[in-house]
Nanobody, 129 residues
Framework: QVQLVESGGGLVQAGGSLRLSCAASGRTIGSYAMGWFRQAPGKDREFVACISVGGGVTYYADSVKGRFTISRDNAKNTAYLQMNSLKPEDTAVYYC??????????????????????WGQGTQVTVSS
């Protein structure tokens, strides 16, 4: 079993930045791709970003491309989401997740919630206008 704990959320003004962290315990995340999703009130959970095992391949939702950066430090068993130029529409609970063993090969695969077997409890991000 692996436990994922997100941190770094909070309240920020539009145009500001936040850096989310996802710390894993129990088992290493070093052999798995990692993803970030978010869920706004009344909406479905949506894909934000995904990063491959080695960090060399990343995928982003169009809504965050150019503003958010996903990264990972396998030695620290931690994944990150740097969020810049935040907008009110970025307000949501942000979840990190660990993928299963299926290779990360396409955007549609990266964005498929069903490919992620472990989820954190989420961290709230609120962007004020």
């Amino acid at each position: 079993q692996v436990q994922l704990v997100e941190s770094g959320g909070g309240l920020v003004q539009a145009g500001g930045s936040l850096r989310l962290s996802c710390a894993a315990s129990g088992r290493t995340i070093g052999s798995y791709a990692m993803g970030w999703f978010r869920q706004a009130p009344g909406k479905d959970r949506e894909f934000v970003a995904c990063i491959s095992v080695g960090g060399g391949v990343t995928y982003y939702a169009d809504s965050v491309k150019g503003r958010f950066t996903i990264s990972r430090d396998n030695a620290k068993n931690t994944a990150y989401l740097q969020m810049n130029s935040l907008k009110p529409e970025d307000t949501a609970v942000y979840y990190c997740a660990r993928r299963g063993i299926k290779p990360l090969s396409t955007y549609s695969s990266a964005a498929d919630r069903g490919e992620y077997g472990y989820w954190g409890q989420g961290t709230q991000v609120t962007v004020s206008s």
